[in-house]
């Protein structure tokens, strides 16, 4: 489900918050970083035409879907569709909307190492809590008294008993309903609120300083992302994933330039390739309707992603900076291959994002004031806010996020 991209939050980077992107570590320095993040109540995607949508998604209680609730249901549906296929074609005992708001924390850790003054290694793990409250609302009543009607009036048979039997056989129509169709139509788990916590997957990589021109520089950085982070479970609508699943290669570009003592300007542009891997999913037999009650394995192969990042950043002394920047966030259309058919196509549908983020970070650094001699401890601290402002099949949400680094 929608609620369940989360992973797109790229909740830590090292990449520096001054707009001197290109600056690695001095030989034998070592950095270590904490930063925790926040995001704001996520309860809205920005949806495939680039408008806000709720997280949530329809389920009509029809013939079709109730049948699996339970078998005395099954018999008089059965009797129903004798007698009249196409009052069994219209029954509905409500339409129900589920929708989600999560919240997620993320704690990030990220250390370095400089091999030399042009090249410094480095890796970062993130660690999640997550929680996703659910509710369900009744969007649009039952029409038994005018399937009843019909049928009468056809001359069919005798439908108002097959109607008062198979409503004493289903649970009320309110959540009770709704949790025996996902349950037992759609065979996931119960619905509920949920909580979860673990690591993300782990980024390692190695910054080289290819130009240094005291003014201006430039550095490249490949590195790969492992799958150590909790993958969606397929039986679980309302659980959120940590990781992708599949290993990643990347390759990031960050130039910075000094246009005075005051000003500073940079921008990172990262490409990573996502490979393909093995995995269950539910197999969904139409395109706008994800909800199925079987599952099979796929080899999925995520798009591949571009990330840029703009910034500017203004130094008000030795201490104190101001960085606003602008973030761009692409991902290309996956790719499903199955031997389910049709489902390859229903998945690979919409599946590209595509994020505009702001964010304005505020810096305290004692860096400057330690190398002229003025105070004991190399460390800067970083207060982030960001917001999604535009984007395709991404949340909209909001981010607050504390960083501490530490250089020794």
């Not at 129903?80 to 005992?93: D, G, W």
């Not at 005291?214 to 950085?221: D, H, I, K, N």
């Amino acid at each position: 489900m929608s609620w369940k991209n989360l992973a797109w939050l790229s909740c830590f980077v090292l990449s520096s918050a001054y707009a001197q992107v290109h600056r690695t570590l001095p030989k034998g320095v070592r950095l270590v970083a904490y930063r925790n993040v926040n995001t704001t109540k996520i309860d809205a995607t920005y949806n495939q035409s680039q408008a806000v949508s709720p997280l949530a998604f329809d389920v009509n209680a029809n013939a079709q879907t109730l049948e699996a609730v339970g078998s005395a249901a099954q018999i008089y549906f059965e009797q129903l569709r004798a007698i009249s296929p196409e009052a069994y074609n219209q029954m509905t005992f409500g339409e129900f909307r589920l929708s989600a708001e999560a919240q997620v924390q993320v704690h990030g850790f990220g250390g370095g190492y400089g091999i030399n003054d042009r090249l410094t290694v480095y890796g970062i793990l993130p660690y999640y809590q997550a929680r996703v409250n659910m509710k369900y609302r009744q969007v649009r009543g039952n029409n038994i008294n005018d399937v009843a009607d019909q049928v009468q009036q056809s001359g069919m048979g005798d439908i108002d008993g097959a109607i008062a039997n198979i409503t004493g056989a289903l649970p009320g129509a309110t959540g009770n309903l709704l949790q025996s169709v996902v349950v037992n139509t759609f065979k996931y788990q119960e619905l509920g609120n949920w909580e979860g916590a673990g690591y993300g997957d782990l980024e390692l990589g190695a910054m080289y300083r290819l130009v240094d021109r005291g003014y201006w520089g430039l550095a490249l950085t490949p590195g790969i992302v492992a799958p150590t982070g909790r993958q969606d479970d397929p039986d679980l609508l309302q659980d959120i994933a940590f990781g992708d699943g599949q290993w990643d290669a990347f390759v990031e570009t960050a130039i910075g330039f000094m246009a005075s003592d005051r000003w500073s300007f940079g921008t990172t542009v990262r490409y990573t390739y996502q490979a393909p891997g093995d995995k269950t999913l539910r197999i969904p037999s139409d395109r706008d309707f994800t909800l199925s009650d079987r599952k099979g394995r796929f080899t999925v192969k995520y798009g591949d992603r571009i990330d840029t990042v703009l910034l500017a950043t203004y130094n008000f002394n030795d201490w104190l900076a101001l960085t606003p920047a602008y973030e761009l966030n692409y991902q290309a259309a996956s790719q499903y291959d199955s031997s389910y058919g049709a489902a390859n196509d229903y998945l690979t549908y919409n599946s590209d994002r595509l994020g505009h983020v702001a964010r304005l970070t505020g810096t305290i650094s004692s860096i400057q004031p330690y190398l002229k001699k003025q105070f004991a401890l190399p460390a800067t601290i970083n207060v982030n806010l960001q917001q999604t402002i535009a984007g395709k099949n991404v949340p909209k949400m909001g981010r607050f996020e504390v960083e501490l680094r530490m250089l020794f």
